[in-house]
């Protein structure tokens, strides 16, 4: 079942020990979407050889903010899971399907995180 998926663009927080900035919080900007009240990422990197930077932060730093709120970073791990919610994210964003097919020849697999509230 499809719950609210929208491409929206918002600000996660989360503490890196890999930014090379002296500030011990780190922002970007993403686009995510829901499955039902919690908000999914997409480590995508535009279809990049390389897993963006939030991927590492969150695997190392899974306690993040994301707007107003407090969440937990889970990496999305079951096939039958993964294969749903990339179907979601490829109808909030059809360059997603673009992004996979550039990163399957390389072997890439395209991280999601799964937010829920603390």
């Given at each position: 079942?499809?719950?609210?998926?929208?491409?929206?663009?918002?600000?996660?927080?989360t503490d890196s020990r890999y930014?090379?900035?002296?500030?011990?919080?780190?922002?970007?900007?993403?686009?995510?979407?829901?499955?039902?009240?919690?908000?999914?990422l997409i480590a995508s990197n535009?279809?990049?050889?390389?897993?963006?930077?939030?991927?590492?932060?969150?695997?190392?730093?899974?306690?993040?903010?994301?707007?107003?709120?407090?969440?937990?970073?889970?990496?999305?791990?079951?096939?039958?899971?993964?294969?749903?919610?990339?179907?979601?994210?490829?109808?909030?964003?059809?360059?997603?399907?673009?992004?996979?097919?550039?990163?399957?020849?390389?072997?890439?697999?395209?991280?999601?995180?799964?937010?829920?509230?603390?």
């Amino acid at each position: 079942m499809k719950f609210g998926s929208t491409q929206v663009r918002h600000r996660v927080k989360t503490d890196s020990r890999y930014q090379p900035a002296p500030k011990s919080r780190l922002q970007r900007q993403l686009t995510y979407f829901h499955d039902g009240t919690d908000p999914i990422l997409i480590a995508s990197n535009h279809g990049g050889p390389k897993h963006p930077q939030r991927y590492y932060n969150l695997k190392a730093h899974p306690d993040c903010q994301f707007g107003d709120e407090k969440f937990g970073a889970t990496e999305v791990t079951d096939p039958g899971e993964y294969a749903r919610l990339y179907g979601l994210a490829e109808d909030v964003y059809a360059g997603y399907s673009d992004y996979r097919a550039k990163t399957a020849p390389i072997g890439r697999h395209i991280p999601m995180f799964r937010l829920t509230p603390r």
